[in-house]
């Protein structure tokens, strides 16, 4: 066994040996595997072997969509057979809410190069002639789809890692990893030592067991996941013996099940409510290739549910039962990528989906280290899209929730409510007795819309208007018609200081940093590449020290891209501070005059200008106050200790009532933000697109000196953009307005995609952000973008169509 490595991966499933193969392949050969028992043992070894392209992650997707191809190449590089039965995969829908739901997943599906085809009830009878139809609204069809023998994949994995010069030791249990004194690693076994630069977390059922041995968080726990095998059926059988292909994977989404073919019987795997977690404390020691006692109950109603929609699988005796453990996040996607507080410890952690995303999700890590960064927008499975919050019995209670929830209709707007409310701001009483609807990031409770009187306090999920639409639009016109009130606590908040302070932030961001004490600049950190990879709201608070803001969501990824660069003389001192001070927006018209009455500061424009802050009292209470917002009116963020908080809402509230002031939501702030073309990290802003393809070219000082992804930007633009920021109005909207991850079409060529958008209640007009070729992406030129199947006409408008001048902002 080697002593030093460039790279140690933990873990022999098979997506830890897909990292070890593609690490191989991107030229670092110098890589080992250890696993404690054997390939496969864990889960791999009893997976179902399904391939579904289908997610509503545009990054999950991809990483489906790489594996569905790639396991193909891995056969014929290897000469393994990895047992890929390309079938196709037939999606049933019982109700309009879940073809909504297979609508809008096409519309993203097809910006990203995977094929769909929607059957009517008919055309499922054709391609599933033993499929009772009755009660279909119709189903969707991937014809690449299928299934693959897991065990056999992982071992090409292995042969082709092994191919390209790396090693794997079986039967070597990692009992500890430590930080040498030279900033390396010691992995310590039971056969030995091995001193590496990086390591890799691919541990499955361990995975929490494995980041506690390392001291980092990796907020993973497995679930039980049953799944039956029948035995032959003569119309099976009979199939075979006439060289009929295999039947396509069958998932009824309503009743929550999967079914395919299995040796001429049949395979059915329920996602079932009550399906425990497991493992809580670890995984026992003995544990290898075990199953747990079947419990044929819980599966009952989806037993019922399959026999009425396929009646030949209550016709064969029950052959065998698998119960095995199957990882789960809180959200149910994966966490690839950097752990959050460790250099060069890596996570490819919690994949329910495993067989499927394994070989995507390896291609993406190992560019990720060999590169510098993915090729696509990882954000939606960071490791770090979870904080300190997600513990032991969160996790139970979610993750379970999560299963139960795989084929639930999966609505953008959707709030699920395990373990909830959980992290809760003062005012979360006062925001709740006036109607608010909340929903949850980060683990925060935050109203995303107020309920008007006498009407429930309730979301109705769709992707169409719902009942929320209505009270959102008052929302919006109070907001620009008199003044209104945001909890907006949850922003993630830093304090940049000491000697070293201003030179090491001004190398991260793209912007120059404000100069003046109390000057606030918006400032944008870029991948190497020349993508955006965080947004800071930026003030001075003195000639060393600065108050940074960014997405609450992103706390934890903003807070270990800072950590993991401070300099090592100890010149610049981080804290995180978030959770020391809670934020209130005022906004609106009114705005001035309803401060005005609780500060004795002078708020005019000479004196408090626009992109300003100041300490003042608020009431009682000391406050930075800010003069920014994202909804593009007159308005301050009010930032105070977190204890005050509510002595400030009731002075501002009972201060505004004779100003019409009322709380606002975040549904309401995406509105009126998407009416300003203000873009959010994660959808306009990505490391898919550089800063000056999302139209940041106030924000990119490229001649201020050297800057973190200067360089990459720069190689970007001399290559040639292959997108550009644009603003749409969307004409002919009915009921549905565009969200984010619609198609846009300049007659049959797809030439870009909506990120984001909405109803823009200031301008009467439906909008869409997104990106086209630059070459198209001139005002007054028009396109059509898909909403839930049906073509719209869109038109190129002006970049910030309400106040573009903004004259609000500056009043």
Same mark, same amino acid.
């Given at each position: 066994?080697? !002593?030093?490595?460039?790279?140690?991966?933990?873990?022999?499933?098979? +997506?830890?040996?897909?990292?070890?193969?593609?690490?191989? *392949?991107?030229?670092?050969?110098?890589?080992?595997?250890?696993?404690?028992?054997?390939?496969?043992?864990?889960?791999?070894?009893?997976?179902?072997?399904?391939? =579904?392209?289908?997610?509503?992650?545009?990054?999950?997707?991809?990483?489906? *969509?790489?594996?569905?191809?790639?396991?193909?190449?891995?056969?014929?590089? !290897?000469?393994?057979?990895?047992?890929?039965?390309?079938?196709?995969?037939? $999606?049933?829908?019982?109700?309009?809410?879940?073809?909504?739901?297979?609508?809008?997943?096409?519309?993203?599906?097809?910006?990203?190069?995977?094929?769909?085809?929607?059957?009517?009830?008919?055309?499922? /009878?054709?391609?599933? =002639?033993?499929?009772?139809?009755?009660?279909?609204?119709?189903?969707?069809?991937?014809?690449?789809?299928?299934?693959?023998?897991?065990?056999?994949?992982?071992?090409?994995?292995?042969?082709?890692?092994?191919?390209?010069?790396?090693?794997?030791?079986? $039967?070597?249990?990692?009992?500890?990893?430590?930080?040498?004194?030279?900033?390396?690693?010691? #992995?310590?076994?039971?056969?030995?030592?091995?001193?590496?630069?990086?390591?890799?977390?691919? !541990?499955?059922?361990?995975?929490?067991?494995?980041?506690?041995?390392?001291?980092?968080?990796?907020?993973?726990?497995?679930?039980?996941?049953?799944?039956?095998?029948?035995?032959?059926?003569?119309?099976?059988?009979?199939?075979?013996?006439?060289?009929?292909?295999?039947?396509? @994977?069958?998932?009824?989404?309503?009743?929550?099940?999967?079914?395919?073919?299995?040796?001429?019987?049949?395979?059915?795997? %329920?996602?079932?409510?009550?399906? %425990?977690?497991?493992?809580?404390?670890?995984? %026992?020691?003995?544990?290898?290739?075990?199953?747990? =006692?079947?419990?044929?109950?819980?599966?009952?109603?989806?037993? &019922?549910?399959?026999?009425?929609?396929?009646?030949?699988?209550?016709?064969?005796?029950?052959?065998?039962?698998?119960?095995?453990?199957?990882?789960?996040?809180?959200?149910?996607?994966?966490?690839?990528?950097?752990?959050?507080?460790?250099?060069?410890?890596?996570?490819?952690?919690?994949?329910?989906?495993? @067989?499927?995303?394994?070989?995507?999700?390896?291609?993406?890590?190992?560019?990720?280290?060999?590169?510098?960064? %993915?090729?696509?927008?990882?954000?939606? +499975?960071?490791?770090?899209?979870?904080?300190?919050?997600?513990?032991?019995?969160?996790?139970?209670?979610?993750?379970?929730?999560?299963?139960?929830?795989?084929?639930?209709?999966?609505?953008?707007?959707?709030?699920?409510?395990?373990?909830?409310?959980?992290?809760?701001?003062?005012?979360?009483?006062?925001?709740?007795?006036?109607?608010?609807?909340?929903?949850?990031?980060?683990?925060?409770?935050?109203?995303?819309?107020?309920?008007?009187?006498?009407?429930?306090?309730?979301?109705?999920?769709?992707?169409?208007?719902?009942?929320?639409?209505?009270?959102?639009?008052?929302?919006?016109?109070?907001?620009?018609?008199?003044?209104?009130?945001?909890?907006?606590?949850?922003?993630? *908040?830093?304090?940049?200081?000491?000697?070293?302070?201003?030179?090491?932030?001004?190398?991260?961001?793209?912007?120059?940093?404000?100069?003046?004490?109390?000057?606030?600049?918006?400032?944008?950190?870029?991948?190497?590449?020349?993508? #955006?990879?965080?947004?800071?709201?930026?003030?001075?608070?003195?000639?060393? $020290?600065?108050?940074?803001?960014? /997405?609450? /969501?992103?706390?934890?990824?903003?807070?270990?891209?800072?950590?993991?660069?401070?300099?090592?003389?100890?010149?610049?001192?981080?804290?995180?501070?978030?959770?020391?001070?809670?934020?209130?927006?005022?906004?609106?018209?009114?705005?001035?005059?309803?401060?005005?009455?609780?500060?004795?500061?002078?708020?005019?424009?000479?004196?408090?200008?626009?992109?300003?802050?100041?300490?003042?009292?608020?009431?009682?209470?000391?406050?930075?106050?800010?003069?920014?917002?994202?909804?593009?009116?007159?308005?301050?963020?009010?930032?105070?200790?977190?204890?005050?908080?509510?002595?400030?809402?009731?002075?501002?509230?009972?201060?505004?009532?004779?100003?019409?002031?009322?709380?606002?939501?975040?549904?309401?702030?995406?509105?009126?933000?998407?009416?300003?073309?203000?873009?959010?990290?994660?959808?306009?802003?990505?490391?898919?697109?550089?800063?000056?393809?999302?139209?940041?070219?106030?924000?990119?000082?490229?001649?201020?000196?050297?800057?973190?992804?200067?360089?990459?930007?720069?190689?970007?633009?001399?290559?040639?953009?292959?997108?550009?920021?644009?603003?749409?109005?969307?004409?002919?909207?009915?009921?549905?307005?565009?969200?984010?991850?619609?198609?846009?079409?300049?007659?049959?060529?797809?030439?870009?995609?909506?990120?984001?958008?909405?109803?823009?209640?200031?301008?009467?007009?439906?909008?869409?952000?997104?990106?086209?070729?630059?070459?198209?992406?001139?005002?007054?030129? &028009?396109?059509?973008?898909? @909403?839930?199947? *049906?073509?719209?006409?869109?038109?190129?408008?002006?970049?910030?169509?309400?106040?573009?001048?903004?004259?609000?902002?500056?009043?």
């Amino acid at each position: 066994m080697k !002593t030093h490595a460039r790279v140690v991966v933990i873990g022999g499933g098979v +997506v830890g040996v897909s990292t070890l193969y593609h690490l191989a *392949k991107f030229g670092w050969d110098d890589v080992v595997l250890c696993e404690r028992t054997e390939l496969t043992a864990g889960s791999t070894w009893h997976a179902a072997g399904l391939l =579904p392209l289908f997610n509503m992650s545009y990054s999950v997707g991809q990483i489906h *969509k790489y594996s569905v191809r790639f396991y193909q190449e891995l056969q014929e590089e !290897t000469g393994q057979n990895v047992g890929f039965v390309k079938c196709g995969n037939l $999606r049933l829908a019982n109700t309009k809410e879940r073809m909504d739901e297979y609508r809008h997943y096409a519309g993203t599906a097809r910006t990203i190069g995977i094929d769909v085809d929607f059957l009517t009830p008919s055309e499922v /009878a054709e391609v599933w =002639p033993l499929c009772n139809t009755e009660g279909l609204v119709g189903a969707i069809l991937h014809p690449e789809d299928g299934y693959i023998q897991p065990s056999d994949l992982t071992f090409a994995f292995a042969k082709g890692a092994r191919a390209r010069g790396a090693e794997i030791y079986t $039967r070597t249990k990692v009992t500890a990893v430590e930080r040498t004194p030279g900033g390396e690693w010691k #992995v310590t076994t039971d056969r030995g030592e091995i001193i590496c630069e990086h390591v890799v977390c691919a !541990t499955g059922n361990h995975g929490r067991e494995t980041g506690e041995m390392i001291g980092v968080n990796i907020p993973t726990i497995p679930v039980e996941h049953q799944y039956i095998v029948t035995e032959p059926h003569p119309a099976l059988q009979e199939r075979k013996a006439a060289g009929l292909p295999e039947l396509p @994977i069958l998932r009824e989404s309503d009743h929550s099940y999967y079914l395919r073919e299995e040796r001429q019987g049949l395979l059915l795997g %329920p996602y079932e409510v009550g399906a %425990p977690a497991c493992f809580l404390d670890g995984v %026992p020691h003995d544990f290898e290739n075990d199953l747990f =006692p079947e419990d044929l109950d819980r599966l009952e109603p989806h037993i &019922e549910a399959c026999i009425h929609r396929v009646p030949i699988f209550g016709e064969v005796g029950v052959k065998q039962v698998f119960n095995g453990p199957i990882a789960y996040t809180p959200d149910g996607s994966p966490m690839v990528g950097p752990a959050a507080g460790a250099p060069n410890i890596w996570v490819n952690e919690g994949h329910s989906f495993g @067989i499927t995303a394994a070989g995507g999700a390896g291609w993406q890590l190992a560019l990720w280290m060999t590169e510098g960064e %993915p090729s696509i927008d990882m954000l939606g +499975v960071d490791p770090r899209r979870f904080g300190e919050y997600a513990g032991k019995a969160f996790l139970k209670t979610k993750n379970e929730e999560a299963y139960a929830n795989v084929f639930t209709v999966h609505y953008h707007d959707e709030e699920r409510p395990a373990a909830r409310p959980f992290r809760r701001t003062p005012c979360y009483d006062r925001m709740k007795d006036r109607g608010a609807v909340f929903g949850q990031l980060f683990g925060w409770e935050r109203p995303n819309w107020f309920a008007p009187e006498g009407t429930e306090a309730k979301d109705v999920w769709s992707f169409r208007r719902s009942n929320y639409f209505e009270p959102v639009g008052q929302e919006c016109r109070n907001v620009h018609e008199n003044a209104g009130l945001l909890d907006m606590s949850a922003f993630a *908040k830093f304090l940049v200081s000491g000697p070293g302070a201003e030179a090491w932030l001004d190398r991260l961001v793209a912007n120059r940093l404000p100069k003046k004490i109390g000057r606030i600049g918006l400032c944008h950190a870029l991948t190497p590449k020349g993508g #955006v990879r965080s947004e800071f709201t930026i003030m001075r608070d003195a000639p060393d $020290r600065f108050y940074l803001v960014s /997405a609450g /969501a992103w706390e934890l990824f903003d807070y270990d891209f800072l950590e993991k660069r401070l300099p090592a003389d100890g010149s610049v001192r981080l804290d995180r501070i978030t959770t020391q001070y809670g934020v209130l927006v005022l906004s609106g018209p009114k705005a001035r005059d309803i401060l005005s009455q609780v500060t004795d500061a002078d708020l005019s424009s000479a004196a408090f200008p626009w992109l300003s802050g100041k300490r003042i009292d608020v009431g009682l209470a000391p406050c930075r106050v800010m003069r920014v917002n994202f909804v593009g009116e007159l308005g301050w963020e009010i930032h105070h200790p977190i204890e005050m908080q509510n002595h400030i809402f009731d002075v501002l509230m009972e201060a505004g009532k004779p100003h019409g002031l009322m709380p606002f939501g975040i549904r309401a702030m995406n509105s009126l933000r998407v009416e300003k073309s203000y873009r959010l990290i994660g959808t306009e802003l990505s490391i898919e697109y550089a800063a000056l393809e999302s139209g940041l070219q106030r924000f990119v000082n490229l001649n201020k000196g050297d800057f973190f992804g200067r360089d990459g930007l720069t190689q970007w633009q001399e290559r040639g953009f292959k997108n550009a920021f644009i603003t749409l109005e969307v004409g002919e909207i009915e009921d549905a307005d565009p969200i984010g991850n619609e198609p846009i079409y300049l007659g049959d060529e797809l030439v870009g995609r909506a990120t984001g958008g909405g109803y823009g209640w200031r301008l009467g007009k439906s909008l869409a952000l997104g990106f086209v070729r630059p070459d198209l992406a001139e005002e007054g030129n &028009e396109f059509e973008i898909d @909403i839930l199947g *049906k073509l719209h006409p869109a038109k190129i408008i002006e970049e910030s169509p309400y106040d573009p001048d903004n004259e609000k902002l500056r009043a």
